[in-house]
């Protein structure tokens, strides 16, 4: 990643996040030095209006950071994100994988954005996402029995299936 598009991030990075909770150069480069790291970008020219930061797991894969620049919300990026990974979960065969994420109790609009995306709190756990010790929900997401999903996913199992 270029030391522009790394710039770009952390712009849009603090006017999502409050504090601490907005990543720095630092963090980026710390997240990124997992080879299982990856972050999707959204463009417009070249103007930067979104990203996630997720990585690649075993049987899963996680999200960190969904972030979309204030002046682009509510048109369907930050889903096209999500929507972009389930596609490529299945093109490269991971179609039983599934998605997850760690949402703070107390961040009712993220619940509710992640809801919306057909997530499911699965189970609680106690400060990881917060200092303190915050109740957060893990948040699922399987991509394979959502409904909203599996209109958009068959034809990549019926490329699948052909092979
Ligand atoms: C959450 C966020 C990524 C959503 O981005 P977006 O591109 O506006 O999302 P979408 O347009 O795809 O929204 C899809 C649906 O999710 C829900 N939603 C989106 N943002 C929401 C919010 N702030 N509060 C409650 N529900 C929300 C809505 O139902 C929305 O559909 P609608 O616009 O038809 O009502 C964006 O608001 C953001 O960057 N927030 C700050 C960072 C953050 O909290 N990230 C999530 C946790 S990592």
């Known amino acids: 990643m270029s030391g522009r598009d790394l710039s ?13 909770a907005a990543w720095d150069r630092r963090d980026i480069r710390l997240f990124l030095k997992d080879k299982a790291s990856r972050i999707l970008i959204c463009e417009t020219g070249s103007q930067l209006i979104g990203f996630m930061f997720y990585r690649v797991g075993s049987d899963s894969f ?7 620049h204030p002046d682009y919300r509510h048109q369907g990026v930050a889903t096209e994100l999500v929507n972009t990974l ?23 609009s993220s619940l509710r ?4 995306l057909g ?23 399987d991509p394979v029995r959502e409904p909203m999903y599996i209109h958009r996913l068959t034809r990549y199992f019926r490329e699948i299936a052909l092979e």
């Open 119 to 141: 997530f499911r709190a699965v189970s609680i756990v106690d400060g990881v996402v917060t200092s303190g010790d915050e109740e957060a929900y893990v948040m699922l997401l």
């Open 86 to 108: 389930a596609g490529e979960m299945c093109e490269s065969k991971m179609c039983r994988q599934r998605i997850t994420t760690v949402v703070p109790s107390s961040d009712t």
């Open 62 to 68: 996680q999200l960190w950071h969904v972030a979309v």
């Open 8 to 20: 770009k991030i952390v712009h849009v990075e603090r006017m999502c996040f409050e504090g601490d």
């Open 113 to 116: 954005f992640f809801d919306k």
